[in-house]
Nanobody, 116 residues
Framework: QVQLVESGGGLVQAGGSLRLSCAVS????????MGWYRQAPGKQRELVAR???????NYVDSVKGRFTISRDNARNTVYLQMNSLKPEDTAVYYC??????????WGQGTQVTVSS
């Protein structure tokens, strides 16, 4: 059973920083692509950042230069470091794991709220 457990969300002022963590169990973590998505009220879920098993990263344009995705294969954990946060970054953030190139698993989500 693949499980993803997120942590690190919260309330922060604009310009502040947060680091999200996602601990993964039940799968061979190092070979899986991992991603962070977010969903704001009334909007569709969008991909924020993704990192492959080989370490290739990509980001949505709105977070480039501010967010960094990383992974620690020894800890089976993926991180999202978020700096220079803006009110428009407010959303529920979800961790995503792709197993075998096509089977997706999701965390429960963690709320990030950025006040102006």
């Amino acid at each position: 059973q693949v499980q993803l457990v997120e942590s690190g969300g919260g309330l922060v002022q604009a310009g502040g920083s947060l680091r999200l963590s996602c601990a993964v169990s039940g799968t061979s973590f190092s070979s899986n692509a991992m991603g962070w998505y977010r969903q704001a009220p009334g909007k569709q879920r969008e991909l924020v950042a993704r990192i492959t098993g080989s370490g290739y990263r990509n980001y949505v344009d709105s977070v480039k230069g501010r967010f960094t995705i990383s992974r620690d294969n020894a800890r089976n954990t993926v991180y999202l470091q978020m700096n220079s946060l803006k009110p428009e970054d407010t959303a529920v953030y979800y961790c995503n794991c792709v197993v075998g190139g096509y089977r997706e698993y999701w965390g429960q989500g963690t709320q990030v709220t950025v006040s102006s």
